[in-house]
């Protein structure tokens, strides 16, 4: 067995992994980053594409924006369509920010080709070991030898299926599941628009998106147990084209589709987010359904807070501090829950209860013709401020 050590060992090369990597970096904190995938397959993992404005700033403090400012594109606000007419919320109005759409593997791929920190890819069987002592380790196999890492603090940034969350004692998970899911698409479309459409129809819920000039991202609401083999492409477009509002003026380019996957849509939390010297990030904490774009940008948020209370621990030796990672952390992750939610429900058909429906209804009225109501959203759409350690 080969043993090294490490400051701080983290779990998995996702957003929250990669970009605590950066943040200890910039705080001189020595960390080692284990991915279980290979690097070309966490580079080409297509998942989130919205970015916030707390986590467009971040990385351009971090100095890692070169290329999201070069080819991101920078939206001042989202459009929402029922009763087949489009309804614009200006969030650059609203509220003076607006958001950036780029690709979360482009994300990974610039916080990855940026990184100081060793990344090992291809890690086999990593487990973190004693977490509730001092002396806190990580072993895997990579190839044909066996490793033991040692260092002072773990990081489970492991996402929704990771080994670190079950280690922690009394863990409480509270969930919710939808009754949908959602069969999105990639496809080789110039997008028509330059703003991401949310679509309420009697048909389901339709979200229009694009990941560069040249390629759309789009998703439809289907059944929870839907099957991709169900799908064939003229299916899947003319769906689209039924769902989206064509009558508006709205136009769907159609083109190959390079990329296509059913997600389930769920919301969970699951507390304490730290036991001993293992903290948890990310999905490997809180889903939330993709309809307010928000899973990236939380994952993110939970490692700026993450690298405070390690830094605190570490350098200023207050171990103590850990203890409010998770507390520190939940607030903006509940209102965050409570707004993906809220989008979630506003938007989706959920069965043919026709009070239901016209209290969705109800809701887009009130949000398209209300500055107030469509500036809470807007506030909550380009992102809260990240949450801070409140002072010792
Ligand atoms: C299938 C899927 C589709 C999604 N689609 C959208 C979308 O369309 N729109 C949207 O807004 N959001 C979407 N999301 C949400 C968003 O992508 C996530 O919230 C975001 O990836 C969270 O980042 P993370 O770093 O916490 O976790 P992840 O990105 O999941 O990263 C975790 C990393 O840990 C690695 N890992 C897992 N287990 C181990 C282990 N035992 N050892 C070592 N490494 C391990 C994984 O390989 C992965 O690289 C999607 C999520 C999923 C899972």
């Not at 949310?198 to 789009?218: E, W």
């Not at 830094?311 to 200023?316: C, F, T, V």
Request: hydrophobic share 40%; net charge negative.
């Amino acid at each position: 067995m080969s043993v090294d050590a490490t400051e701080v060992a983290i779990v998995g090369a996702g957003p929250a992994g990669l970009v605590l990597s950066h943040l200890l970096a910039a705080r001189g904190i020595d960390c080692v980053v284990l991915e279980q995938r290979s690097r070309e397959y966490v580079e080409h993992r297509v998942r989130a594409g919205v970015l916030e404005e707390p986590s467009v700033s971040l990385l351009r403090s971090l100095g890692l924006a070169g290329r999201l400012d070069r080819e991101g594109l920078a939206h001042r606000g989202i459009q929402l369509a029922f009763d087949g007419r489009r309804h614009r919320i200006d969030f650059v109005e609203l509220t003076g920010r607006s958001i950036t759409v780029y690709g979360q593997q482009e994300v990974v791929k610039d916080l990855i080709v940026a990184s100081s920190a060793e990344i090992v890819f291809d890690a086999v069987g990593v487990m973190p070991c004693a977490i509730d002592t001092d002396r806190p380790s990580v072993q895997y196999r990579h190839g044909d030898e066996s490793h033991e890492l040692r260092c002072r603090i773990v990081a489970g940034c492991d996402g929704s299926y990771g080994v670190c969350g079950p280690l922690i004692p009394h863990r409480t998970t509270t969930e919710h599941t939808y009754p949908f899911a959602w069969l999105g698409i990639l496809a080789e479309a110039a997008p028509t628009q330059d703003e991401l459409v949310y679509a309420r129809h009697d048909r389901g819920f339709a979200l229009y998106s694009m990941r560069s000039p040249a390629i759309t991202r789009l998703y439809l609401q289907v059944a929870p147990d839907e099957q991709l083999a169900g799908w064939s492409d003229d299916r899947i477009w003319t769906e689209l084209s039924t769902r989206l509002p064509l009558d508006d003026g709205f136009v769907l380019n159609t083109g190959p589709i390079i990329d296509r996957g059913i997600t389930a849509l769920r919301s969970s939390v699951s507390t304490p987010m730290r036991h001993g010297n293992l903290l948890i990030a990310g999905d490997a904490a809180h889903i939330v359904p993709p309809t307010g774009a928000k899973g990236m940008n939380l994952a993110i948020a939970d490692a700026t807070v993450m690298a405070a209370v390690i830094d605190e621990a570490l350098h200023q030796h207050r171990p103590e501090r850990l203890v409010d990672y998770g507390p520190a952390c939940l607030g903006r992750v509940w209102r965050t829950q409570h707004f993906s939610h809220r989008m979630t429900t506003m938007l989706h058909r959920f069965d043919d209860d026709p009070f239901r429906r016209e209290l969705q209804r109800a809701e887009l009225l009130n949000l398209t013709s209300s500055v107030p109501a469509a500036t809470d959203l807007a506030e909550q759409y380009v992102g809260l401020p990240f949450p801070t350690l409140e002072p010792l």
